[in-house]
């Protein structure tokens, strides 16, 4: 239980690690896996594939602006795929310092349904693509649709990742057995998530606003016991719409108004190099 652990802080001496997850996500057009506005028709789905790419040619740098206004740093959770169909977007997020992190080559297609040498290769062309774009390769990694095989987390702790976000059991990060050593479970949301509250229950930009204000103010109270990591997982074509970006920027002032020196803005990375460098395993 997360009462009967080690005890550490954060950097400073913080107790609450914040950080931003921002997916940029390709769709193939005409077929494929893919959040839906609307109950699709034949293909092509011209309704719910627009919907989608508006969230990468007006979604994401409507974001990227309100991080710019807020000094926000974040993890960009990136489709090797985006390059080709989105050029400049992912790079963006490099020219501000982000994290790169990989999320596969597109959210038209799960992992977790591949034989394991199909799935070593897609781990393999995402991470070769990320590098190659960046000069370094990703430390973490998000499943499209959060799927994962039996032998996920070994493929990808032999690719070189030291992190994954597929495990949504936990708000510290938790060590992994791999069959050939081990990987960080860094936290990341599936409740501060906008693809299940907004598309999956149905709720709109205010209360998703509300939703991470309450979960902020208990965290925040919480970790003056113990460490804490607290995401918020944001899609363009969701909370990049004027309509929701308001609430979302005002939750985000909510909780640097109220941080003090508590709070650690950061990214899912460097909550990971923290564990591997501080922490005692």
């Known amino acids: 239980m997360i009462t009967e652990r080690q005890s550490y802080r954060w950097p400073g001496g913080k107790g609450l690690a914040v950080y931003l997850g921002m997916n940029l996500e390709v769709f193939s057009f005409g077929d494929g896996l893919g959040a839906m506005l609307a109950p699709g028709g034949p293909q092509p789905d011209v309704l719910n594939y627009a919907w989608r790419d508006y969230g990468n040619r ?3 740098p409507r974001l990227i602006e309100l991080f710019d206004r807020l000094k926000l740093p974040c993890t960009a959770l990136v489709n090797s795929e985006t390059y080709r169909l989105t050029p400049g977007l992912a790079e963006i997020f ?7 992190a990989g999320h596969g080559r597109t959210n038209a297609e799960r992992q ?3 034989a394991e040498a199909e799935e070593r290769e897609l781990i393999a062309q995402a991470t070769n693509e990320l590098t190659q774009r960046h000069g370094i390769g990703p430390k973490g990694w998000l499943g499209p649709w959060i799927s994962q095989s039996h032998t996920t987390p070994d493929l990808l702790q032999e690719a070189g990742y030291e992190y ?3 495990w949504c059991h936990d708000d510290q990060p938790t060590w992994m057995k791999t069959r050939n050593g081990r990987i960080l479970s860094v936290p990341y949301p599936q409740e501060l998530n906008d693809i299940p509250q907004i598309v999956g229950r149905q709720r709109e930009g205010n209360e998703f606003a509300d939703m991470i204000i309450d979960a902020f103010d208990v965290m925040l109270e919480e970790s003056k016991s113990r460490p804490l990591v607290m995401g918020i997982a944001l899609h363009g074509y969701l909370m990049g719409h004027p309509h929701r970006i308001k609430h ?4 985000l002032r909510h909780m640097q108004h109220h ?3 508590q709070v650690w803005w950061t990214t899912a990375g460097a909550i990971n190099d923290h564990i591997r460098q501080s922490v005692a395993p």
């Open 248 to 251: 979302l920027e005002r939750a």
């Open 259 to 261: 941080s003090g020196d």
């Open 164 to 166: 994954l976000l597929d």
């Open 112 to 114: 977790g349904v591949l």
């Open 94 to 100: 490099a020219a501000r310092g982000d994290e790169i």
């Open 58 to 60: 007006v979604g994401a």
